[in-house]
Each structure stands twice: as structure tokens, then as C-alpha cells.
């Protein structure tokens, strides 16, 4: 159990600012080009899994009941990023405008690896700020969310995915058997139109229409549209095409990790369209040290769908017998997903390992498969 004096220390909080080693490898990759586009993906993804071998597991238990006020240097570099990424990626996309020392397939490696800061970092980091309770943060993530055009992913995060995870009302919850290209796609139609039934019904609820001022979905259009106004600004179409790949970019990323983190994984269905709670049995849960720096905890994540509400330095880890473990940490396992066969050949065996420690008594698994279990109650 890691003690209030050592959390509060500014240098146990230092490894989670490893995202800032991104910004000086931006800026080599828009000088030289060539062999130099390598180094963003090499370090957010490579190196880190390097890392995770040498350095292993971390399987502290922070104190849960550390005060908010003694997390500030953790807490910093969420509250920071959305300013620095947003001078990484305008500032690049002026310079490659302004200038013409790129061939057109090294810009869109540069743009790449922008989506690598703004998606494997970014939307990370709007992630944590989404589950604060003040505006400040939760401001900051929407901000985060705009710049890679995907702002409805708060409220299919906080309305759908966390009460119905492990259901067929998640479209984020990877089925058995379906590889990451078909939930890619999948999910890129699905979620857009699931916030907004979210948002809907939450209004209907309140006796609102659709139309009201308190659906965010005005909020998340204009914000969009604010972001790829300044693009234009900067640099023209030439820079809305770029703000738009490496969006596209962050999206993939942020979607590989959410097919990573639930494969597989579902809830029993208990009749009357009600469903087991949630628990740490839900969620792969990873506590590789490295990759869990760059991604501030977000590998503890049995334990943060067990508490949504708990600040990232405060997740805790789980054992083996209680939460289902990935085998390494997220960059390897998004790599992984990438090639179905060997994803399949890996996580399918630990998936129906996971069936039979903890429902040996659930005889036909098509439906849970299918996703054709019935919609949870009131979730539609």
C-alpha cells in the first residue's frame, strides 16, 4: 500500500508525464522527414513494450482515500496537454502548409504520429477529465474530444458504456469472435447515433425536447466546427484535410484500445431485462508499468468501471482470480488486434477460460456471442 507522503511526492507522479517526450520527436519528424517518422509510433508503442518487459509489473495499492488536493502534480499534465496539443497539431499543419520540404506520404506519416499524440495521449487524457466533477476539466476534455472530431464519445461513454457495459446496448463491447476491422467500422456508425438516443432519452426524462439547450450535442457541434474553422485559418483545405486525417488517426487508436479493454467479456443476463452489476471481472485488467505511465492507469481499467468516479493515481490492481489479466500491455495488444487471426489465437482461449471460472453454468454462449441477449431495462 503506497503511503499519502509518497503519492503526494512530485517525483512518484513524474512517470506519468512520459507524453511529453512526444513534443521534441513532432518536431524532429517535421524537420527531417524520411526515417525520422518512424520515432513517434516507435515510442508511444514500441519502446514502451520494451519497457513493460524490463521493468514489469507495478502491483501497487495506492491509498483510495488520499485527498484530491494531494494529487496535484498527477493531475497537472491532464490539466496542461490540451494547450500543448493544440500548438502541436495547428502549428504543424501551418508549417507543412507553409512549406515544401515533405513529399505528400511523409506528411501523412507526420500527420500519423500527430494522431498518436492526440489519440493514444489525448483522448487518454479527456477520458480522466470526463469523469471529474468540475467544469474546469470537464471542459478540458471537451476540448480534447473537438480536436479529433469526436466529442459524442463523452456522452456514449458516460451514458451507455458505463451503465451498460458487457450489453448488447454497448456497441463498444467487442463481441467473441469479431475481429477489430468489422468493430472498427462497426462502431464508428454505431456510437454517434447511440449518445444521441442517450441524450434523448436523458431530455425525455426531464420533460425536455431533443432541441433543448441542455442537449451537449450543440456544445460538441460547435466546438467541431470551431476546431476545423482555426484549421482552415492556418492552413486553408490543405490544413482541414490534415486535421481531418490525423483525427482519423486518434479515432483508430482510440478504438483499438476500446476492443482491447472488453473482448469478449459480458455480463449474465438475469431475465426481465436485467443484468448482473458491474464488476472487476468485466475488464481486461493490465498492470504493466510502462504502458500504464503513458496511459495514466487506464490499463487498471476492472477498477475504474468498478469506480468511475476514482482519479487515475488512485486505481488499483487486481489479481488474477479477480479480474481477467491481458497478457501485455495495451501498445502490444492494439498491435495484436491489428492482425485478427493472431488476436483470435491468443485472447480467445483466455476468454473461454473466463466463461468457465466464473459461468460454468451458462450451457449455450451464442447469444451473449451475438449480442442477441435482450436490451437492459431502461437503457432504451
Request: net charge positive; hydrophobic share 45%; with cysteine.
Amino acid at each position: 500500500m503506497s503511503s499519502r507522503e509518497e503519492i503526494r511526492r512530485p517525483s512518484r507522479a513524474l512517470p506519468f508525464w512520459v507524453s511529453l517526450g512526444t513534443l521534441p520527436l513532432a518536431a524532429i519528424e517535421a524537420r527531417f522527414g524520411g526515417w525520422s517518422l518512424l520515432l513517434l509510433p516507435t515510442y508511444a508503442w514500441w519502446s514502451v513494450t520494451v519497457l513493460d518487459q524490463i521493468l514489469g509489473r507495478n502491483e501497487d495499492q495506492p491509498d483510495v482515500t488520499t485527498p484530491v488536493e494531494d494529487l496535484f502534480w498527477y493531475r497537472l499534465i491532464t490539466l496542461i496537454w490540451f494547450p500543448i496539443q493544440a500548438v502541436v497539431i495547428y502549428g504543424l499543419i501551418w508549417d507543412v502548409t507553409h512549406s515544401d520540404h515533405l513529399a505528400w506520404w511523409e506528411i501523412v506519416a507526420l500527420f500519423f504520429g500527430v494522431g498518436v499524440i492526440s489519440g493514444t495521449i489525448g483522448i487518454v487524457y479527456s477520458h480522466e477529465l470526463m469523469h471529474q466533477k468540475t467544469r474546469l476539466e470537464r471542459w478540458l476534455g471537451d476540448l480534447l474530444l473537438a480536436s479529433v472530431l469526436y466529442s459524442h464519445f463523452r456522452t456514449e461513454h458516460l451514458l451507455v458504456h458505463h451503465l451498460w457495459v458487457g450489453t448488447p446496448r454497448d456497441a463498444v463491447t467487442a463481441r467473441y469472435n469479431e475481429g477489430f476491422h468489422r468493430f472498427f467500422w462497426r462502431v464508428l456508425f454505431e456510437c454517434p447515433a447511440s449518445a444521441w438516443r442517450a441524450e434523448r432519452l436523458k431530455l425525455a426524462r426531464a420533460g425536455r425536447p431533443v432541441w433543448h439547450a441542455g442537449n451537449p450535442f450543440w456544445r460538441y457541434g460547435a466546438l467541431q466546427l470551431l476546431a476545423l474553422a482555426l484549421a482552415f485559418a492556418v492552413g486553408g483545405w490543405p490544413g482541414v484535410g490534415l486535421f481531418v486525417l490525423q483525427a482519423f488517426f486518434a479515432i483508430w487508436q482510440l478504438e483499438l484500445t476500446n476492443y482491447v479493454e472488453h473482448y469478449g467479456l459480458t455480463r449474465e443476463y438475469r431475465g426481465e431485462g436485467r443484468y448482473e452489476h458491474v464488476l472487476p471481472r468485466h475488464s481486461w485488467n493490465a498492470d504493466q508499468t510502462a504502458s500504464n505511465w503513458l496511459l495514466i492507469n487506464l490499463q487498471r481499467h476492472s477498477d475504474h468501471h468498478y469506480k468511475p468516479d476514482r482519479r487515475f493515481p488512485l486505481l488499483q490492481t487486481y489479481a488474477p482470480e479477480e479480474a481477467p489479466q491481458l497478457p501485455f500491455g495495451y501498445p502490444a495488444m492494439t498491435a495484436l488486434a491489428m492482425v485478427p487471426p493472431l488476436w483470435r489465437r491468443r485472447m480467445n482461449p483466455r476468454v473461454r477460460a473466463w466463461r468457465k471460472r466464473y459461468y460454468p453454468h451458462i450451457e449455450d454462449w451464442t447469444p451473449y456471442r451475438d449480442g442477441t441477449t435482450p436490451m437492459p431495462r431502461g437503457s432504451v
